[in-house]
């Protein structure tokens, strides 16, 4: 290794396998920035369920072994590559993606990946905004094609993606419904733009949305556990109602007779499947959200990078979340 080359501390993944695969090393050495990219110092990084799949090898993105998980860092620009005009040295900023993992000391990120970070919002909720807010604004507004006055339901609306899809569509007007698990997860939700707020560990909180919205329906359902909700969710659909599937862990048998009455759609969203300029849009419309302040991450569980192994198994198993779950580097 040159000599005088930084080093730090991140975390290194060197199999695919469980949280015990995540490696904690205190000798890497901190990237250099190139052509049209910055190195950030990290101050906190989001950690989401789409890491823990890349972990395991289950997932259809597989980074060359070893790597650093992690695209959602918010810290201080570092240092800038060559003709990189939007940032310096010094700036307060969030990101979307990573080169060089964001589950570190500092990362290395492409400056179009690369946003200001407002003053009004601290380290921890820059680290909440990437895939929960840009995923959400994409399944609203790319997928589903919503309009205001529609009704959307947000069925586990107190996770990162749930609050932030929350407080999204009340902003531009949409009528909100979400569920949570939890009492704690239901009063989130309620503060964070939802209008009226259902237990899904009820038996008939089904018959309880059904009552809620009558004959007419949901226009609109952003799905984050699509293998358990699915089918019902076809039940709650208006004619030319949408479900739009954020997440899924594993199969379902639904009845697709139910779609056919109502002429309603199962639509699937990704946010890696945006291009550049569908990415500059997203950023457009959540930047006025700082502005004006309806775009408030709230957080949830936080870790330090030594117990990353510990986040990843919770994210995946404990029952209820409320709020972003993110890693601390400072």
């Known amino acids: 290794m040159a000599t ?8 290194r993944v060197f199999e695919f396998g469980g949280p015990e695969v995540l490696k904690l090393l205190s000798d890497v050495a901190v990237p250099i920035p190139k052509d049209r990219q910055v190195l950030i110092k990290v101050h906190a990084c989001g950690v989401n369920p789409v890491e823990t799949y890349i972990r395991s090898g289950t997932h259809n993105i597989k980074p060359l072994l070893p790597y650093t998980p992690g695209s959602d860092v918010a810290g201080v620009i570092e240092a800038v590559g060559d003709n990189v005009s939007a940032f310096k040295k ?10 060089s993992g964001g589950y570190a ?6 400056d179009h990946t690369v946003y200001p970070l407002p003053e009004r919002l601290d380290f921890k909720q820059g680290a909440a905004i990437g895939i929960p ?9 790319h997928r589903a094609h919503v309009k205001a006055g529609e009704t959307v339901l947000v069925h586990g609306a107190s996770g990162g993606v749930g609050l932030a899809t929350c407080q999204i569509a009340r902003a531009y007007g949409l009528k909100v419904l979400g569920t949570a698990g939890t009492e704690e997860g239901r009063n989130i939700v309620l503060q964070n733009g939802a209008h009226e707020v259902f237990n899904h560990r009820e038996v008939n909180y089904i018959d309880k949305i059904k ?3 009558g ?11 699509a293998n358990v909700n699915l089918s019902n969710d076809l039940n709650l659909l208006s004619r030319g109602g949408r479900v739009i599937v ?3 862990r594993g199969p379902i048998e639904i009845n697709p007779r139910d779609t056919m009455v109502k002429e309603s759609s199962i639509i699937g969203v990704t946010l890696y499947s945006s291009t550049k300029e569908e990415f500059q849009q997203f950023a457009a419309a959540l930047q006025a959200g700082m502005e004006v302040g309806w775009l408030t991450p709230v957080i949830g569980s936080q870790y330090p990078l030594e117990k990353v192994a510990q986040a990843h198994e919770d994210i995946i198993h404990s029952s209820g979340a409320t709020g972003k779950m993110i890693l601390l580097l400072s």
């Open 4 to 11: 005088g080359q930084k080093l730090m501390r991140a975390i």
């Open 90 to 99: 010094g700036d307060r900023v969030f990101t979307t993606k990573t080169i």
């Open 215 to 225: 004959e007419k329906g949901i226009n609109v359902i952003i799905e984050m556990l």
């Open 105 to 110: 000391e500092y990362a290395l990120a492409a």
């Open 246 to 248: 954020v997440g899924s």
């Open 211 to 213: 009552k809620s919205v």
């Open 133 to 141: 807010y840009f995923t959400a604004y994409r399944a609203l507004f």
